[in-house]
């Protein structure tokens, strides 16, 4: 479930659309959880389904760290790729904000945490980095957990309207991080490894 801060916009020609958000979210805000509503599909089941729903997944869902194909029910699956992105998947079934996002600024992901099949070229932003690889992760884990952790502090502090989403378990485990009782999980937990 996304935000309800936010709503589809088209943003572009090149990109199309997007999701902006529609009031401040602060950093450490966690953006996005995955729940109930959402749909996960088996490598078997997508191996069967026709081409058509082939390319629906391909264009909207993420995979997990099973190869599973993940697509959103809401317009989540709308969140575009940046290599400057606003928002980072975590370990635990959440996205979190690592930065402050304005009002009318895209909520955007890097895609290169999101278990890509086959290597793309993303839109030009300036930087370093111009194609979004499958092995990302595995080249930027320690990065991004850096991220993750200068805010992860941040989520008992700032307003969660989607922390009713998040299951039990999950919550026990941000709470067991706060008070130091075990350490962050590094955001490579959800790596998909194809070699296995």
């Known amino acids: 479930m996304i935000h309800p801060h936010t709503e589809i916009q088209f943003i572009n020609d090149e990109i199309g659309h997007g999701v902006v958000a529609t009031e401040f979210i602060p950093a450490g805000t966690i953006t996005w959880v995955l729940d109930k509503l959402d749909r996960e599909f088996t490598i078997d089941q997508f191996k069967q389904f026709d081409d058509l729903y082939k390319d629906v997944l391909n264009t909207y869902s993420y995979r997990n760290s099973k190869g599973n194909y993940i697509l959103c029910w809401d317009h989540g699956r709308f969140v575009n790729h940046s290599f400057k992105s606003n928002c980072l998947s975590t370990a ?97 937990e959800i790596y998909f490894n194809r070699n296995l």
């Open 92 to 188: 635990y079934d959440f996205e979190i904000a690592i930065r402050d996002i304005r009002r009318g600024e895209q909520l955007t992901d890097d895609y290169g945490y999101l278990n890509v099949d086959t290597p793309f070229r993303a839109s030009e932003e300036g930087t370093k980095r111009k194609t979004v690889f499958p092995d990302d992760l595995k080249t930027f884990h320690k990065k991004w957990d850096k991220s993750i952790a200068a805010v992860f502090p941040q989520i008992s502090k700032v307003e969660q309207p989607l922390f009713a989403v998040i299951p039990q378990e999950m919550k026990n485990k941000i709470q067991a991080v706060h008070q130091g009782d075990e350490p962050l999980s590094s955001i490579l």
